[in-house]
């Protein structure tokens, strides 16, 4: 479905029950993220928030695509395997043999639909021009100041148009946006991104790279700018095969590249990059985590158009589920054809739950048929992508529900031995990974579960002395044992700052049922362990595997120890530890003193409350 603007899409998910309208007075400073991250943490992710009164001439839109329902609805679907489904048609239409002047006939009108999808750059101007500001001033539009520790107000949501200076190809992308003044932002694409690497492009010719930011309609552009495509496929391209009709774009006013005609805000300018790069960060980030302050390149606006009745689309992110989830869900859905039809036919289904915020967990099954399968599987993905990024993977059966995260965790429990189905590996880790001893650089898990066994050893309610193990563990706050009961053998343990972790292991290995537990966890006493969405969140984010986790064994027995407390306290661990993201004290009693003023509807908590006990000192970064 083709969404005529954000206004259109915005009109389906009234309808649709899908969207609140808050008409009270808001402020974007801290106060629509407060609102916000209460709504994208229940249940389904709530509903998508319209702020008509922020102080500024237009409208705020978040969480809009934070439910299933909702990114269906913006990609015009009744359910996401529907996408995947038509890529997979597709492909195998074009690609399979054709024996006859009549099978190749037949491919006619599949090559007319991609033709049809192709985007088109038209005359004159669009509805994105009917304002324009040559005197730009960033301060005019409702940009969120979104966490207590942030480096300022952020564009969270910008799609961001460049060119490859050689090829010409384009790309859009989606990397935040610091605002430094009213007309000069930060560019924060990671060195891996397409961005980047048109900036060093530009870099070397010692040229200025022409930039063009864009927000709003149709959201199948938003989510485009997310995908995870190839350098050399058009994402505007894929928002055609989204929206089944082609993506009109329309040339800038002061620089020559390109931009939807219905988009709500166009922002043009250029990097300069002779120019020295700018000290950017911090920012409350999708890992739950403060990203750190760090060099990038500064954008200069040259010009600010807009629609009249234009709506300012944004969003927040930080301690999961938030609305990028979502997108996520999306993504494993529809990326799901290309990788089975391309490069492994054997893979049936993929996961990235939630807690595992994108790159730190996945879970796929395949259709095993010979020995080792698990493992071409496992070095295929690490080198596909930004799935190089991801830290730990999970590879099933075909017969399993990876869905089921109960009944998954107890046929790991069951078909792994740590000492031998789980293997270490390293290479690129994502630049917002805080756990990793080099930037940019750390270790990989995968954990095979499809080597099924014979004899099936399962110990439920095994008789553990807590207090013994409290006593002769000094260290150790509390431990949490429910799983065991449920056939999952997975023990939770929370410790003091500092632990000894290699000592504390041989400890606990040798006291009487523990080395009948597979899986031992630690994390910081801070951390609730009778929460497993909140030690999964913490684990992949504080781990480098090959560094944190320890196998000891016996003849018949094994068991694999995961360090997942913070890292600062360590000696040996040199790069700053981040806080998590929480909102502070104040925010949260203004939203709690006018939740009656915003809403008709029973109060909703704030998620902080019970994440700020995680805080260490105040600020992005942990203070010793």
Not at 23 to 41: C, G, H, P, Y
Not at 241 to 270: H, S
């Amino acid at each position: 479905m083709a969404y005529k603007n954000l206004a259109h899409f915005i009109q389906i998910l009234e309808e649709n029950n899908e969207l609140t309208v808050i008409t009270e007075a808001v402020s974007t400073n801290l106060e629509i993220t407060e609102i916000t991250d209460r709504f994208s943490k229940l249940p389904n992710g709530g509903k998508a928030l319209l702020f008509k009164n922020t102080g500024y001439n237009f409208p705020v839109l978040t969480n809009a695509f934070g439910s299933e329902k909702r990114i269906c609805l913006s990609l015009g679907v009744e359910n996401l395997s529907q996408i995947s489904t038509e890529i997979e048609d597709l492909l195998k239409n074009i690609t399979s043999p054709k024996n006859t002047i009549f099978d190749k006939l037949k491919t006619l009108p599949q090559l007319g639909k991609i033709a049809s999808w192709m985007p088109k750059i038209i005359k004159g101007k669009g509805s994105c021009q009917q304002v324009v500001d040559f005197e730009p001033d960033l301060n005019k539009l409702p940009i969120l100041n979104c966490w207590t520790a942030d480096g300022g107000k952020f564009i969270t949501l910008p799609c961001v148009v460049t060119r490859d200076p050689k090829t010409k190809i384009r790309n859009v992308g989606m990397y935040r946006m610091q605002i430094f003044d009213k007309n000069t932002t930060g560019m924060h694409w990671h060195l891996h991104k397409t961005g980047a690497r048109h900036y060093n492009e530009y870099k070397q010719k010692g040229e200025k790279m022409p930039v063009t930011v864009f927000l709003g309609g149709d959201p199948a552009y938003t989510y485009s700018a997310t995908a995870p495509l190839p350098d050399n496929i058009d994402e505007f391209m894929l928002a055609g095969f989204l929206r089944k009709k082609k993506v009109e774009l329309v040339k800038c006013i002061t620089n020559d590249l390109e931009v939807p005609i219905d988009a709500d805000f166009v922002i043009e300018g250029y990097v300069d990059t002779k120019e020295e790069l700018a000290w950017e960060g911090p920012f409350g980030d999708h890992t739950g985590f403060y990203s750190l302050a760090d060099w990038y390149p500064k954008f200069h606006v040259t010009c600010i158009t807009h629609k009249k009745d234009a709506i300012y689309p944004t969003t927040i992110v930080g301690i999961p589920p938030q609305e990028d989830a979502y997108i996520g869900l999306a993504t494993e859905k529809i990326f799901l054809a290309p990788i089975q039809l391309t490069m492994l036919p054997e893979m049936l289904d993929m996961t990235l739950p939630f807690a595992g915020v994108a790159h730190n967990l996945t879970i796929v099954k395949i259709d095993k048929t010979f020995r080792g399968q698990a493992q071409k599987v496992m070095n295929s993905l690490w080198g596909a992508g930004q799935m190089m990024f991801n830290k730990t993977l999970i590879i099933a059966n075909k017969t399993e529900n990876i869905h089921n995260y109960k009944e998954l965790a107890q046929k790991i429990s069951q078909n792994v031995n740590p000492s031998t189905d789980i293997y270490f590996s390293s290479g690129p880790s994502d630049v917002l990974d805080h756990s990793v001893q080099e930037f940019a650089y750390g270790s990989k898990m995968c954990i095979d579960t499809t080597n099924l066994k014979e004899n099936v050893l399962i110990f439920s309610n095994l008789k553990l002395d807590l207090e013994k193990i409290k006593i002769e563990n000094l260290e150790i706050v509390n431990c949490n044992f429910s799983l065991l009961n449920d056939e999952i053998s997975v023990a939770v343990i929370s410790v003091k700052f500092g632990f000894n972790f290699s000592a504390i292991t041989e400890k606990l290995f040798n006291i009487e049922n523990m080395e009948k537990v597979k899986f031992v966890v630690f994390v910081d006493d801070a951390v609730q362990i009778s929460n497993i969405f909140d030690v999964v969140w913490v684990t992949g984010n504080n781990i480098d595997p090959t560094r944190d986790t320890i196998i000891k064994k016996t003849e018949t027995l094994s068991s694999i120890y995961i360090d997942a407390t913070s890292k600062i306290y360590k000696n040996t661990f040199k790069r700053q530890w981040p806080n998590p993201v929480v909102m502070n004290k104040e925010t949260i009693k203004l939203v709690d003193e006018k939740w009656e003023k915003y809403f008709n509807q029973t109060f909703i908590e704030s998620p902080s409350k019970k994440y700020s006990k995680l805080l260490i000192g105040e600020g992005a970064i942990v203070q010793k």
